[in-house]
């Protein structure tokens, strides 16, 4: 697959038809793959039209509906034309400190779209997207899936002149990398990442595969019994047992099992997977085979996010020498009787796709909708099979424990957080980038670090995370204490931690999936009530109110999203009341907005001022 997107430009129905049988029958017109299928049929057309709705539905022998509905919830799939150049700018608390509102300005300018549409041309659309997992490197964005970082104003006339000369079929012009973090990764203009090395996952010494071929000379329980000795814990974010999950999952009776390697990584501020796939791809690989070995699983699954669909070509090719090499396929790693494969499932855009259910509904080719639980993937994930969702990082210290035993891996961080941790850093340091340090590591160790002396507050955990104060900056990177799947973002005194607080809670709005009213619809209130505050009209019974409403979604909510959204807000009225304070009005009710911003849209069109009674305004 190449990542150029191309337009539907006069393809008559009969040539969709066409188009479609192929791209479904290359799938053997499995319905699982339907986001494959449509991703595809998007590639050849520019947009899902309702021509291939309807050629997708009759040669799957499914309804239309089931079509519509998937690829509605995706940000990154179509049902409308686009312009030929997909312009998508990274927005997130750190880019808009970054300067991407000047860069998304120019862009506007130099392509005639206005944010949000297509140019009068059919050229460019141009449009806002959530984190790209770019934090180190704002101002980012994608074009036609292309990733171009630290962007400026400046760099954009000329980008979109050469976008302007390139035709069609040719995508995007190439913008080689400089440095050897990112060879091969040449549909990418990326500056390294990786700053600091750890004594484990990012170590050296070892002989690759070495890992692999130690698991295989062992039992699958053993591999198992290694993982609980380690103590090894997730690093999505719960931290939960790893060897817990694999044990479940072994036990549970079926046809068959599967692996899936979580890479869906869109918790903003977080990118050290991105790092990880670029980097050890062959180290992820392994520990994915090593637990389809310990799980008796035949199949793996690497669920891609979209955002990173420039790295496409280059897994493909890891993949394809591994299966060259024997460390893939029949007989896998030289086990007989181990047969094992792994797929790319390429994402569209939805960050609820990085909960396990959500994600494995994605899998099946349907929309990213989070399942009731239990049944628990352990017992009915991917194709209703017991099934182990790990994420990548995970993954890593699997094939690293393996290499040098649990005693090893045990040996760093806490007793309760064994191991070290990949930390993306993001924001007011020196230094930004991905850190592997040993868990156990202090807030201010950490600020010490990255060269972040002016740490106001820390957002440990992304926006789902805890919003950190300098009085808890003594605190420990754990799990038992301060916790995050990777994301660390830092702000200095010269940001408003409300304004932060809020763009969280504007996230968390765009993306809940929108299946349960707790969550759909307090997730808009608590954005209005933390507004309310920013324009100084909240009086204190609107932070009572703020507060119940933030726990209500909290406790109500189906899944982990909800449950999490209102973190930012509860944090900072715990860590900064006096954020909260400096706003409040005495008053015991105002309105949200004055009567004159009310009208101030009308005004603008009407070009005169009303009338306002003395008071009233
Ligand atoms: C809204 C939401 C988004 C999530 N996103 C991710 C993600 O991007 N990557 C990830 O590994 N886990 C993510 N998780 C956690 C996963 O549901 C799951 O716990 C994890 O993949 C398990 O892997 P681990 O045990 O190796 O941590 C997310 C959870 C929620 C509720
Ligand atoms: S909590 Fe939010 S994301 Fe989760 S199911 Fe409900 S609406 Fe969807």
Same mark, same amino acid.
């Given at each position: 697959?190449?990542?150029?997107?191309?337009?539907?430009?006069?393809?008559?129905?009969?040539?969709?038809?066409?188009?479609?049988?192929?791209?479904?029958?290359?799938?053997?017109?499995?319905?699982?793959?339907?986001?494959?299928?449509?991703?595809?049929?998007?590639?050849?057309?520019?947009?899902?039209?309702?021509?291939?709705?309807?050629?997708?539905?009759?040669?799957?022998?499914?309804?239309?509906?089931?079509?519509?509905?998937?690829? =509605?919830?995706?940000?990154?799939?179509?049902?409308?034309?686009?312009?030929?150049?997909?312009?998508?700018?990274?927005?997130?608390?750190? =880019?808009?400190?970054?300067?991407?509102?000047?860069?998304?300005?120019?862009?506007?300018?130099?392509?005639?779209?206005?944010?949000?549409?297509?140019?009068?041309?059919?050229?460019?659309?141009?449009?806002?997207?959530?984190?790209?997992?770019?934090?180190?490197?704002?101002?980012?964005?994608?074009?036609?899936?292309?990733?171009?970082?630290?962007?400026?104003?400046?760099? $954009?006339?000329?980008?979109?002149?050469?976008?302007?000369?390139?035709?069609?079929?040719?995508?995007?012009?190439?913008?080689?990398?400089?440095?050897?973090?990112?060879?091969?990764?040449?549909?990418?203009?990326?500056?390294?990442?990786?700053?600091?090395?750890?004594?484990?996952?990012?170590?050296?010494?070892?002989?690759?595969?070495?890992?692999?071929?130690?698991?295989?000379?062992?039992?699958?329980?053993?591999?198992?019994?290694?993982?609980?000795?380690?103590?090894?814990?997730?690093?999505? %974010?719960?931290?939960?047992?790893?060897?817990?999950?694999?044990?479940?999952?072994?036990?549970?009776?079926?046809?068959?099992?599967?692996?899936?390697?979580?890479?869906? #990584?869109?918790?903003?501020?977080?990118?050290?997977? +991105?790092?990880?796939?670029?980097?050890?791809?062959?180290?992820?690989?392994?520990?994915?085979?090593?637990?389809?070995?310990?799980?008796?699983?035949?199949?793996?699954?690497?669920?891609?996010?979209?955002?990173?669909?420039?790295?496409?070509?280059?897994?493909?090719?890891?993949?394809?020498?591994?299966?060259? $090499?024997?460390?893939? %396929?029949?007989?896998?790693?030289?086990?007989?009787?181990?047969?094992?494969?792994?797929?790319?499932?390429?994402?569209?855009?939805?960050?609820?796709?990085?909960?396990?259910?959500?994600?494995?509904?994605?899998? #099946?080719?349907?929309?990213?909708?989070?399942?009731?639980?239990?049944?628990?993937?352990?017992?009915?994930?991917?194709?209703?099979?017991?099934?182990?969702?790990?994420?990548?990082?995970?993954?890593?210290?699997?094939?690293?424990?393996? #290499?040098?035993?649990?005693?090893?891996?045990?040996?760093?961080?806490?007793?309760?957080?064994? %191991?070290?941790?990949?930390?993306?850093? =993001?924001?007011?340091?020196?230094?930004?980038?991905?850190?592997?340090?040993?868990?156990?590591?202090?807030?201010?160790?950490?600020?010490?670090?990255?060269?972040?002396?002016?740490?106001?507050?820390?957002?440990? %955990?992304?926006?789902?995370?805890?919003?950190?104060?300098?009085?808890?900056?003594?605190?420990?990177?754990?799990?038992?204490?301060?916790?995050?799947?990777?994301?660390?973002?830092?702000?200095?005194?010269?940001?408003?931690?409300?304004?932060?607080?809020?763009?969280?809670?504007?996230?968390?709005?765009?993306?809940?999936?929108?299946?349960?009213?707790?969550?759909?619809?307090?997730?808009?209130?608590?954005?209005?009530?933390?507004?309310? $505050?920013? +324009?100084?009209?909240?009086?204190?019974?609107?932070?009572?109110?703020?507060?119940?409403?933030?726990?209500?979604?909290?406790?109500?909510?189906?899944?982990?999203?909800?449950?999490?959204?209102?973190?930012?807000?509860?944090?900072?009225?715990?860590?900064?009341?006096?954020?909260?304070?400096?706003?409040?009005?005495?008053?015991?009710?105002?309105?949200?907005?004055?009567?004159?911003?009310?009208?101030?849209?009308?005004?603008?069109?009407?070009? +005169?001022?009303?009338?306002?009674?003395?008071?009233?305004?």
């Amino acid at each position: 697959m190449t990542i150029s997107e191309t337009q539907n430009g006069g393809i008559s129905a009969a040539d969709v038809t066409r188009i479609v049988a192929t791209i479904v029958d290359a799938v053997q017109a499995d319905r699982t793959r339907l986001m494959d299928i449509v991703q595809a049929v998007q590639h050849r057309l520019g947009y899902v039209s309702d021509e291939a709705v309807h050629a997708i539905a009759e040669r799957l022998g499914i309804h239309g509906v089931e079509i519509e509905d998937m690829v =509605s919830f995706y940000a990154f799939l179509n049902r409308e034309p686009k312009g030929r150049f997909h312009i998508r700018l990274s927005k997130t608390p750190i =880019s808009m400190m970054r300067g991407a509102a000047a860069v998304a300005g120019a862009f506007s300018r130099a392509t005639g779209a206005v944010i949000g549409g297509t140019s009068p041309d059919g050229e460019f659309t141009l449009e806002w997207t959530s984190d790209i997992g770019m934090g180190d490197q704002e101002p980012a964005a994608l074009i036609n899936g292309t990733v171009l970082t630290a962007l400026t104003p400046s760099d $954009v006339l000329p980008i979109v002149a050469a976008l302007r000369q390139q035709h069609a079929e040719n995508g995007v012009p190439l913008f080689p990398g400089s440095d050897a973090q990112r060879a091969g990764l040449l549909k990418a203009k990326i500056g390294a990442s990786l700053v600091k090395s750890g004594p484990v996952v990012f170590q050296t010494g070892t002989a690759a595969g070495a890992g692999l071929e130690a698991a295989l000379a062992k039992s699958p329980e053993e591999i198992i019994q290694t993982m609980a000795k380690a103590k090894l814990r997730g690093r999505g %974010g719960a931290g939960f047992p790893t060897a817990l999950k694999w044990k479940l999952c072994r036990q549970s009776v079926s046809e068959a099992h599967h692996v899936v390697c979580n890479a869906d #990584e869109g918790e903003p501020g977080t990118f050290k997977d +991105r790092v990880l796939l670029t980097e050890l791809p062959d180290v992820v690989f392994d520990g994915m085979t090593i637990a389809g070995y310990a799980l008796g699983a035949r199949r793996g699954l690497v669920y891609l996010r979209g955002e990173y669909a420039y790295l496409w070509d280059r897994l493909q090719a890891v993949l394809e020498h591994r299966r060259r $090499v024997g460390l893939l %396929g029949k007989d896998a790693g030289g086990k007989a009787g181990f047969d094992f494969d792994i797929r790319i499932q390429l994402g569209a855009g939805a960050y609820i796709c990085g909960e396990e259910s959500a994600l494995i509904d994605s899998l #099946e080719g349907k929309r990213g909708a989070p399942r009731d639980r239990p049944p628990f993937p352990t017992d009915r994930g991917y194709l209703q099979q017991p099934t182990a969702v790990d994420n990548v990082e995970t993954f890593a210290c699997v094939t690293r424990i393996m #290499e040098k035993g649990a005693e090893w891996f045990a040996g760093f961080g806490t007793p309760d957080s064994t %191991g070290t941790k990949l930390l993306s850093v =993001s924001g007011d340091c020196q230094r930004p980038g991905v850190y592997e340090v040993p868990f156990g590591i202090t807030v201010n160790e950490f600020l010490d670090l990255i060269g972040a002396p002016d740490a106001a507050f820390v957002q440990m %955990g992304g926006p789902s995370g805890q919003c950190t104060a300098p009085k808890d900056f003594g605190r420990r990177i754990a799990y038992e204490d301060l916790s995050t799947g990777g994301s660390v973002m830092v702000f200095n005194s010269g940001r408003d931690v409300l304004e932060i607080a809020t763009q969280f809670a504007e996230f968390f709005v765009e993306e809940s999936c929108g299946w349960c009213t707790p969550c759909r619809v307090g997730t808009t209130l608590l954005k209005q009530g933390m507004e309310k $505050v920013l +324009r100084n009209r909240a009086t204190p019974a609107d932070i009572a109110a703020l507060e119940a409403l933030a726990n209500t979604v909290s406790r109500m909510s189906r899944c982990g999203l909800g449950q999490t959204a209102p973190n930012p807000i509860l944090t900072t009225m715990r860590n900064f009341p006096e954020a909260y304070e400096r706003r409040l009005q005495a008053e015991t009710f105002l309105p949200a907005v004055t009567l004159r911003e009310a009208l101030a849209v009308a005004v603008e069109v009407q070009g +005169r001022e009303p009338v306002v009674q003395e008071g009233v305004g």
